[in-house]
């Protein structure tokens, strides 16, 4: 079965102070999107599509260290993540494939191969994480069953919401 990884990457590095992309930023003498690279390539995903800004894909090109067939999408304007995942869609040319994010570089290879196992029998597996702190981060809401119900931005998180 083929897979193909779609990497959001067309975050800016302003809050990093640096007029380099977030992911583009070095982690241990690589760039950030280069640990996610490494760790597709051993979870047996196929193809990559970076969604990147307009300026970016050029440094994009010229930083990044993989063999993996990469495939750049340009998202024109930042209008946030669902519209980057739209972006990515016509470059994506199997129905297995995952969204993941450039600047989030400790993610595992055993996380990746148990997301691919759980898509073989639901439409969506979301990894999630339960932190004593999330003040920054969105939040997944979820129903009584434990099921994703809403992904919702701290800006619009309730109060109930933000704890």
């Not at 800004?53 to 304007?77: D, G, L, M, V, W």
């Not at 980057?84 to 994010?101: I, Q, R």
């Not at 994480?129 to 434990?146: C, E, F, H, L, M």
């Amino acid at each position: 079965m083929a897979w193909t990884a779609v990497i959001l990457a067309a975050g800016k590095g302003t809050r990093m102070a640096s007029p380099k992309p977030k992911a583009l930023q070095n982690l241990a003498g690589k760039a950030l999107i280069d640990h996610v690279l490494s760790t597709l390539t051993r979870a047996d995903i196929d193809d990559v599509v970076i969604v990147h800004s307009p300026e970016a894909k050029e440094e994009f090109e010229n930083n990044i260290q993989t063999e993996t067939k990469i495939t750049y999408a340009e998202q024109s304007e930042a209008l946030g993540t669902a519209h980057a995942v739209k972006t990515a869609l016509p470059h994506v040319s199997t129905d297995n494939f995952l969204v993941l994010l450039g600047d989030v570089p400790l993610l595992s290879e055993s996380s990746i191969i148990k997301i691919k196992e759980g898509l073989e029998s639901h439409k969506l597996v979301i990894l999630t994480a339960n932190v004593k702190d999330p003040t920054g981060y969105g939040r997944i809401s979820k129903d009584k069953d434990g099921k994703p119900s809403a992904i919702i931005e701290e800006l619009d998180c309730n109060d109930e919401q933000k704890k």
